[in-house]
């Protein structure tokens, strides 16, 4: 929603035809509840809590799990955030002054897995992985996500943001594909970024020489700060 400055990803699971009905069904009550969430800050949290939620109860009863990521952004005074909402490995990135930072955490249950993350977005191959790390990568799709008979917290975050940033959101068929380098490299060009990054990304899904291949949904959402 360009005009409220809200982006949101969904990335459905259990196969591509429905993951990709979970996430059209997420999506749709995510966004008819965004559309009366007018003027946000940090005294409508809980709304978008009720929001996700409600996503969560008719994708546990028609379709299955989706993981979800949004974003806003927010100005206040001379003051921009941007608030950061998600379950499970769908993305938010920031690009600041040349440099590429995560801001979710794929709902990771502890610091050291949260670190472990960091070691594998920017590993070059197998042989750079400890035994823990290879185990790790190995499983990497198994997340929290909606649309499951146990309900995950809504986490989220908000962070300064100055004009020239970059904020990206991912599915992980990007992130998986790609490095953290290589993400970082395709924000700082020009033209349309997030159908460059998708495009980078599906060439490597499909490479089947490569070991960070890995066959996905690819979706990729790229917000300039003004």
Do not use: C
């Amino acid at each position: 929603n360009r005009e409220q400055g809200w982006a949101v990803i969904l990335d459905g699971m259990g196969g591509l035809e429905n993951g990709r009905i979970a996430s059209l069904i997420g999506l749709k009550v995510i966004k008819e509840g965004l559309t009366g969430l007018n003027n946000f800050d940090e005294r409508k949290i809980s709304d978008m809590e009720k929001i996700v939620d409600d996503a969560n109860v008719n994708l546990v009863e028609t379709a299955g799990g989706a993981t979800v990521v949004i974003a806003k952004i927010v100005e206040s005074g001379h003051e921009q955030r941007v608030f950061v909402f998600h379950i499970g490995d769908t993305r938010a990135y920031i690009l600041h002054e040349g440099n590429l930072k995560r801001l979710t955490n794929d709902s990771a249950e502890s610091e050291d897995d949260v670190a472990m993350l960091d070691r594998l977005d920017v590993v070059n191959g197998p042989d750079e992985m400890t035994r823990e790390e290879r185990v790790m990568f190995g499983f990497r799709n198994r997340t929290k996500s909606l649309g499951v008979k146990q309900k995950y917290p809504l986490e989220y975050s908000a962070h300064k943001i100055v004009s020239g940033d970059k904020i990206l959101l991912t599915s992980d068929g990007v992130h998986d594909n790609l490095t953290t380098a290589e993400i970082e490299e395709v924000l700082k060009g020009g033209g349309d970024i997030a159908k460059d990054l998708i495009k980078k990304a599906k060439v490597r899904s499909q490479d089947e020489d490569h070991w960070r291949r890995k066959p996905d949904d690819i979706s990729a959402i790229v917000m300039e700060v003004e």
